[in-house]
């Protein structure tokens, strides 16, 4: 029941008020039935469902709960329920503009903190004093305790009341204060997307937005306008009132539009703003209507209960029994019209319905054909490019004047441009079907060698990822018949290049191909993780990809299954899948085919290494660099490093560039990792490993290893993509993990891996001082963890402030300096000032990965760095890159991600 209420709690925290409703009231339904209603545990539950009822806007409702919630808990002392419920209290009053009943309460709730000692009520009552303040009160007054809220609230953890407080200082601090506001903004969308607030974070994005408005950076005021509608619409989504955000929103993209001097747009936007805030007056108003409506209604059912009571009276009077008659032939007249209005109202709803719908839909019709046509043309534009990077690559190749490693980099470069122009073509295809632009090639096959030769082409593949493949062609070796060879082939290869992807070892895959008469059918079947009934349906949507829960992230583009089923329909076919989670999948093909006498063009095989580079199958290309960790470990001094990528092609690059100084183990996914790491004699020295890969996905193999007592203390780096969201990689933590965003350098990769193999020396080293017994203790346990998250946090709010002083801190931390210099070394490897420096540097270099806008020297001034110049040295020490690089290379990641 704990575990429910700690639920419902969280729920409040999100603005999950309808789950937290149920929840607290199913509670309450099994405390009542054991007669447990009146317990300490009882009120607390009924105090969340009180929180629910006023963060639902059920006003009256939640004032009578509070009121109960008050005596009782009074009656049992329990004055932590008791100061909550005034705050709450507070809160409701305000809202209705109850001023002195409002500061009654609160000053009901601060005389039980100060009494108490309820520390851990305060900061919520200073965000409610701040506000109180800056409705009714004075404004220094609120931003005190909007300060008091956030200098407190990290230390209990309340995340909420830490984004609020962020809120608060946005709106008390003056506008002109704009580097300030900002950074709150800042951390404030960041918190409230921990929480998966989203009306908060639109809130946030939104005066963010207006923020670059007043600094007249319009392009990045439009990109935060956008982020602003997607958080307010999933806010709308998740039951929400967020309407009335994007109506603004979209008049403030309006006013930036003029400034840039797009009146058009300008003028849309505008448009689009006051329909938006006139649909909301309208739906305000019909509410009404239908509330005077119902009251007309309720005074017209009274009216007639009235009558038949006067009716009644009349029973026995003549002159009575016409009135009856009257007055029943007026209620039935007036019941028919109210009812032929209703119907009528209700059918003009639903035309509006219908006629919005159909709006929507070709909207969505003619965004998609944007998108597609989008895409095609882009990529037309790669092609010459990367023309121009194969030939010449090749020619070079071709001159054999390299060393080994040269070489060895050439041919990626070559292997990875292909695969592009492969990626490449498939979208132009795509695009060339749907415009019915692809024509059929036709000519006359011998079925049987056609299928084994190519279904041949991935035995070696098989081989080496240790799966059971096999093949049935049950064809007559002299059938012959009219093929698109080529079409043909790309449609086994997409479906058994995605097998072989999503096939663990010692998996199974089978293909049949069969011929029903006049129809040609292949079946590929695997025992892979199979797909989510969900994601069933769309498979073969262009650009889709399953994201069900649960599932890791493999990659890939999502072009593969549109294009086999495009070319199936080419060729009058079918095609379906059936899978089942867990079990695996089974895709059926088959089309008509006419049967011919002669073949006319022999057949040309593929080698196997294109297939690997045509379908990016990871496969060993040669690893040259890659050793067995057991049996170099003892001679070879060197750190091991294990290399978790999926990408044969930049596992190689990887390996190669770090074989000069460290032994390199690779793995193809986190669960081969997993088990590379569960067979090492030693352990690892770090860990480097990319996100997104079939079987084990990144972000699981990070959780595994990080609860994991032989693995825990194990630096990881992991590799991320410019759109992945940097914070479902909160298990990281400074000066032990770290991330690198693809595409990286070879210094880049080099002065990570350096610097935290260095911190992972000197922790190791005040272990064995801490512990000279040598017992096998982890470096980092579960309260050292905890520690450590309350560490980073208190430090992350306090960077720009003075309070960043060893003595200040070791203050705050109660515990001597000495103590906490050991403390910090043991966990993280680095002295205090390091680890200040290591935190200043990382949010400055998030501020630019998001596409901050900031000059270098704002930036420094921002991590609490006096002298740029010192900013920038210890920057490129860290990352291996100046901050200045990453001005210039990182695009705007906020807008690409939020779109
Ligand atoms: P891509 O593999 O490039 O993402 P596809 O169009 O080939 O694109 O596949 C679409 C999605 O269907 C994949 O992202 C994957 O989630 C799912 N899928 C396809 N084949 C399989 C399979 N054999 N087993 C499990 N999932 C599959």
Redesign the pocket.
């Known amino acids: 029941m704990e575990q429910e209420l700690a639920r419902a709690g969280s729920c409040l925290v999100s603005f999950k008020n309808d789950s937290a409703i149920v929840i607290t009231g199913n509670l309450l339904g099994v405390l009542k039935a054991r007669g447990q209603s009146g317990t300490p545990f009882g009120i607390r539950v009924q105090l969340a469902e009180a929180e629910a009822f006023e963060q639902d806007q059920r006003s009256s409702l939640a004032m009578q709960k509070l009121l109960l919630v008050k005596q009782r808990s009074q009656g049992k002392h329990l004055w932590n329920i008791h100061a909550r419920a005034c705050l709450v209290m507070a809160l409701l009053y305000e809202k209705v503009g109850r001023k002195e009943s409002s500061r009654e309460q609160l000053e009901l709730a601060k005389a039980d903190i100060d009494r108490y000692k309820l520390d851990a009520q305060y900061p919520y009552f200073a965000i409610r004093r701040s506000s109180w303040e800056r409705i009714y009160g004075d404004k220094k007054t609120a931003l005190f305790f909007a300060r008091e809220a956030l200098r407190t609230a990290p230390t209990y953890h309340l995340l909420l009341e830490e984004a609020i407080s962020h809120m608060l200082l946005n709106r008390l601090l003056p506008a002109s204060a704009l580097n300030e506001r900002m950074q709150h903004c800042i951390a404030g969308v960041g918190l409230y997307r921990q929480l998966g607030d989203y009306v908060g974070c639109s809130s946030m994005f939104y005066a963010i937005s207006q923020i670059y408005y007043q600094r007249k950076n319009f392009r990045q005021a439009l990109a935060y306008s956008d982020s602003t509608i997607v958080a307010a619409n999933q806010a709308i989504a998740d039951g929400n009132e967020k309407e009335k955000t994007i109506g603004y929103t979209y008049r403030l993209r309006g006013k930036i539009y003029e400034q840039l001097g797009l009146l058009d747009s300008a003028l849309v936007n505008v448009e689009k703003g006051y329909s938006v805030e006139l649909a909301l007056l309208e739906k305000g108003v019909s509410d009404k209507v239908i509330e005077i409506d119902a009251r007309y209604q309720n005074k017209y059912k009274q009216k007639l209960i009235e009558e038949q009571e006067l009716a009644l009276r009349l029973k026995n009077n003549q002159l009575g029994f016409s009135v009856i008659i009257g007055l029943l032939i007026l209620a039935l007249a007036v019941g028919l019209y109210a009812g032929f209005r209703r119907q009528r109202k209700a059918r003009q709803k639903l035309v509006a319905q219908n006629i919005l719908i159909q709006n929507q839909a070709t909207q969505l019709e003619n965004l998609d054909a944007a998108k597609s046509r989008f895409f095609a043309n882009v990529s037309h534009e790669l092609r010459t490019p990367l023309t121009l990077i194969v030939g010449p690559v090749n020619t070079l190749l071709k001159g054999n004047q390299f060393s080994e490693k040269q070489t060895l980099l050439l041919k990626t470069v070559s292997r990875s441009a292909r695969q592009l122009e492969l990626t490449v073509k498939d979208i132009l295809d795509l695009r060339k079907l749907e415009v019915g632009k692809m024509p059929l090639n036709k000519e006359p096959t011998a079925l049987e060698s056609f299928f084994r030769l190519h279904l041949d082409q991935f035995q070696s593949l098989a081989q080496w990822k240790q799966i059971h493949y096999s093949s049935d062609v049950q064809l007559a070796p002299e059938l012959m018949a009219d093929l698109d060879r080529e079409k043909c082939r790309q449609v086994l290869y997409?479906?058994l290049?995605?097998?072989f992807?999503?096939?663990p070892a010692i998996g199974k895959i089978e293909v049949t191909v069969k011929r029903h008469g006049n129809r040609l059918s292949f079946q590929?079947a695997?025992t892979?993780?199979?797909?989510h009934p969900d994601?069933l349906p769309h498979?073969?949507d262009r650009f889709?990809?399953?994201s069900q829960n649960g599932?890791s992230s493999?990659?890939?583009?999502?072009?593969?299954?549109?294009?086999?089923y495009e070319y199936t329909q080419l060729m009058n076919g079918d095609i379906r899948?059936e899978?089942k989670p867990g079990e695996?999948?089974v895709?059926y093909v088959s089309w008509p085919i006419t049967l011919t006498e002669k073949e006319n063009t022999p057949l040309t095989p593929l080698h196997i290494p294109e297939v690997v580079e045509l379908y990016d199958i990871a496969m060993p290309v040669g690893q040259p660099m890659s050793g067995n960790a057991s049996a170099e470990a003892t001679s070879n001094p060197r750190p091991t490093i294990l290399v978790v990528e999926d990408n044969a092609g930049l596992r190689e690059y990887i390996c190669l560039i770090l074989s000069d100084n460290y032994q390199v183990i690779t793995a193809e996914n986190g669960a081969v990792a997993l088990q590379k790491t569960a067979s090492a004699h030693t352990p690892f020295d770090l860990i480097l490993s990319d996100l997104m890969m079939p079987v084990m996905d990144g972000y699981q193999l990070l959780e595994t290893l990080k609860s994991g007592d032989a693995t825990r203390h194990t630096p990881v780096i992991m590799l991320t993509a410019r759109a992945e969201p940097a914070d479902r990689l909160h298990a990281l933590r400074i000066g032990v993990d770290d991330y690198l965003t693809k595409p990286f350098d070879e210094d880049e990769l080099l002065v990570r891996i350096a610097n935290l193999l260095k911190n992972q020396s000197v922790r190791r080293q005040e272990v064995l001082v801490d512990n000279k017994e040598g017992d096998a203790r982890p470096l980092l346990s579960e309260t050292d963890q905890e520690w450590l998250e309350a560490f980073e946090r208190y430090v992350r709010v306090n960077l720009a402030s003075d309070l960043l002083t060893v003595p200040a801190l070791s203050e705050t931390f109660a515990m001597s300096e000495s103590t906490l210099l050991r403390q910090l070394k043991r966990l993280t490897g680095l002295s205090p000032v390091q680890y200040l420096q290591e935190i200043r540097l990382n949010h400055a270099r998030s501020l630019l990965e998001n596409g901050t806008d900031v000059s270098i020297n704002m930036l420094a001034s921002q991590v609490g760095y006096k002298d740029v110049r010192s900013f920038s040295r210890s920057f490129k020490n860290r990352f291996g890159k100046s901050p200045g690089d990453f001005l210039y290379t990182t695009p705007n990641l906020q807008s690409k991600n939020t779109k």
């Open positions: 997409n479906l290049s995605n097998a992807k999503f096939t590929v695997d892979g993780p199979g797909i994601d498979v073969f889709f990809q399953a599932r493999a990659g890939g583009t999502g072009i593969g299954l549109a294009i086999c899948v899978s695996g999948s895709f």
